[in-house]
């Protein structure tokens, strides 16, 4: 008993300082966090999950280690990652970046299909993609490579901007 008397005299609160660092933004930060996105009646429509999401003074939402998917019955087949991303104050845009990767295994022409850029501007409601940046697409065996893209994801349909150059195996 004398033992943890003296233990607790030792601790007592004014002998215990404790450090209190601000993250510099005075907003949120979240360790394995999940963002729903909803339609005007509330369905779901997308799920963004990160392994670190901070948000900023200018109140956008910064994260690392991030995928994107849609819910079923968005009927959007692309699942996609990134290192980094950022979602604006109103959510209507996300900025991936950093081996960002699409992948949908109902892709064109049934096949799998892979869309990888530096970066990947998206809008999660519309659901169209799009870069100015380098893009490389794989179908099947087939790629093509290519400067700028838009992607109507919903749709299914690709648009490859400028510089196209491909390989096609029969």
């Known amino acids: 008993m004398l033992g943890s008397w003296y233990l607790a005299r030792i601790f007592s609160d004014n002998e215990v300082t ?13 360790r394995s966090a999940r ?15 990160a392994e670190y999401a901070e948000q900023q003074e200018n109140q ?3 994260m690392q ?22 979602i604006n104050d109103r959510h209507d845009k996300l900025r991936l970046s950093g081996h960002v990767i699409a992948v ?15 970066v990947l501007n998206i809008d999660p409601v519309t659901y169209k993609a799009e870069t ?3 893009v490389q697409l794989r179908i099947g065996s087939r790629s093509l490579t290519g400067t700028g893209m838009l992607a109507l994801l919903q749709e299914n349909r690709l648009e490859l901007r ?3 150059s491909g390989k096609f195996v029969p």
Do not use: C, K, M
């Open 18 to 30: 404790h450090t209190i660092t601000d993250t510099g933004t005075g907003g949120f930060y979240l």
């Open 35 to 49: 963002i729903l996105g909803t339609d005007q009646d509330g369905q779901l429509l997308y799920e963004i999950q």
């Open 60 to 62: 956008d939402i910064e």
């Open 65 to 86: 280690n991030v995928r994107v998917r849609y819910s079923t019955g968005a009927n959007v087949p692309w699942t996609i990652n990134a290192d980094q991303a950022t």
């Open 104 to 118: 949908s295994n109902e892709g064109f022409a049934g096949q799998v299909t892979e869309i990888r850029s530096p």
């Open 132 to 134: 100015d940046e380098r």
């Open 162 to 164: 400028s510089n196209v």
